[in-house]
């Protein structure tokens, strides 16, 4: 019995335990802070930011679009993004207040920019590229008056060269993949772009037709965030956050922008035009092999229509022979016989 009681009483004891430890564990959960989190903070961005390869496009495949994820995570500040159809509509949202900050990419775009916007550090420095095709002798925007050079609709690049170099012709496209298509088939004499973007889709799709130079009379590149002074706090943390990314996250960063540039399945374009001689002799092979069976079943049917034509005249020879033999040789053998009414000399 004594056994029975102390068993019961320390099995009492451990359920106060338990009872008493969790509730001290809910305490100190009810009294700890959570993280700061801050205020979303609303980034409005033109049709350059917003391509599939700028912040518009999809974390899994590299790019700006990691990088603001990963900053997200580590300082604790929340992105917005509001995509505009201009970079001049982007920058009337930040002057009107509807959003806290605008991002943008060329030093031209910052006299745009409302007075009292504060401009970050660059979150990105970089060069403009001119791509041409590799039999032109364009290889700077003065040499290109009264030329087409394709840009993104509506983008930074637009209002650049219509500053700057009025005589361009400018062809404004959807996407860097529309701008080099348009070179690659004479569309256009030249696009200009960002180094980071340009040079990778290049290299890739149109490394045998074109050829990607420095544009040293284009602006530099310089990713930057012009927002009102409020945000101050959240873009210095997001800056500093940055700065101190770790090694790791900026080789997984670079792992699946590689995976989705370069190592991704090529274009069926891209191939025709890497392989365009292979193929062109393979089609006339193929092409010459189908004459030759062509030509000989046209052989084989006139054979077989000779033959079938001999075949026919042979059958009304025969026939003709045979009935014309039969009767000879019945009158032979009637004369024979002795019953035959008609002399030798007149059945010859």
């Not at 930057?224 to 800056?239: D, I, K, N, Q, T």
């Not at 062109?280 to 030509?295: E, H, K, N, Q």
């Not at 000779?306 to 075949?311: D, E, H, M, N, S």
Request: hydrophobic share 50%; net charge positive.
């Amino acid at each position: 019995m004594n056994t029975v009681a102390s068993r019961t009483t320390l099995g009492r004891v451990l359920l106060l335990v338990g009872i008493v430890v969790t509730v001290a564990c809910l305490v100190l959960l009810t009294l700890v802070s959570p993280p700061q989190r801050h205020a979303t903070f609303r980034l409005a961005i033109g049709p350059q930011m917003a391509i599939s390869q700028g912040l518009g496009g999809s974390a899994a495949q590299g790019g700006p679009r990691a990088y603001m994820e990963a900053l997200e995570a580590i300082a604790g500040v929340r992105l917005e993004l509001r995509r505009s159809s201009s970079i001049e509509s982007a920058i009337a949202l930040l002057s009107s207040g509807a959003v806290d900050g605008v991002a943008f990419s060329l030093p031209s775009t910052r006299p745009m920019l409302p007075g009292s916007a504060v401009v970050s550090a660059p979150f990105y420095t970089g060069s403009s590229v001119l791509v041409s095709r590799r039999t032109s002798a364009y290889r700077s925007l003065a040499s290109l008056a009264g030329r087409r050079v394709a840009v993104i609709d509506n983008g930074e690049y637009r209002a650049y060269l219509a500053r700057h170099f009025p005589d361009i012709n400018v062809l404004p496209l959807a996407s860097p993949a529309d701008m080099l298509a348009a070179l690659d088939s004479g569309a256009a004499d030249a696009a200009l772009g960002a180094d980071g973007i340009l040079v990778p889709l290049a290299r890739r799709d149109h490394n045998a037709i074109l050829e990607v130079h420095a544009a040293h009379d284009g602006p530099p590149v310089e990713l930057r965030v012009a927002y009102v002074p409020e945000r101050a706090v959240e873009v210095s943390m997001a800056h500093q956050a940055l700065l101190a990314l770790p090694l790791d996250i900026h080789k997984d960063i670079l792992e699946r922008t590689l995976n989705a540039v370069y190592r991704a399945p090529p274009t069926v374009r891209a191939v025709a035009t890497y392989y365009r001689i292979p193929i062109i002799l393979l089609c006339l092979v193929m092409l010459a092999f189908l004459l030759g069976i062509s030509r000989a079943c046209r052989k084989a049917r006139r054979a077989a229509a000779r033959q079938a034509a001999a075949a026919r005249v042979l059958t009304l020879v025969n026939h003709e022979v045979r009935n014309s033999a039969s009767s000879v040789i019945s009158a032979i053998d009637h004369h024979k016989r002795g019953d035959g009414r008609f002399s030798m000399n007149q059945l010859v």
